[in-house]
Nanobody, 118 residues
Framework: QVQLVESGGGLVQPGGSLRLSCATS????????MGWYRQAPGKQRELVAD???????HYAESVKGRFTISRDNAKNTVYLQMNILKPEDTAVYYC????????????WGQGTQVTVSS
């Protein structure tokens, strides 16, 4: 059974930092690209950051220079370090795994709430 379990969300003041983690099980982690998405109330889900199975990264313009995605293949875990957080970063953050042996698998976590407010 495939599981993606996010953790690390919470309430933080503007300018603060949070580190999200997504622990995976049931997949061959090294065969998957991993992404972090977010969805704010009333808005569509959007890609925040992505990391390929080889470690190449891609970021949304709105988070470049503030967020860093990384992965630990030994722990089957992907991280999102979020610095200089802004109120507009408030959203539910979802972990995504895409790829696999045939490249056509797509899995999602349940999401973790990030709220940036004073």
């Amino acid at each position: 059974q495939v599981q993606l379990v996010e953790s690390g969300g919470g309430l933080v003041q503007p300018g603060g930092s949070l580190r999200l983690s997504c622990a995976t099980s049931g997949i061959i982690f090294s065969l998957f690209g991993m992404g972090w998405y977010r969805q704010a109330p009333g808005k569509q889900r959007e890609l925040v950051a992505d990391i390929t199975n080889r470690g190449n990264t891609h970021y949304a313009e709105s988070v470049k220079g503030r967020f860093t995605i990384s992965r630990d293949n030994a722990k089957n875990t992907v991280y999102l370090q979020m610095n200089i957080l802004k109120p507009e970063d408030t959203a539910v953050y979802y972990c995504n795994a895409h790829g696999g042996v045939f490249g056509n698998n797509d899995y999602w976590g349940q999401g973790t709430q990030v709220t940036v407010s004073s």
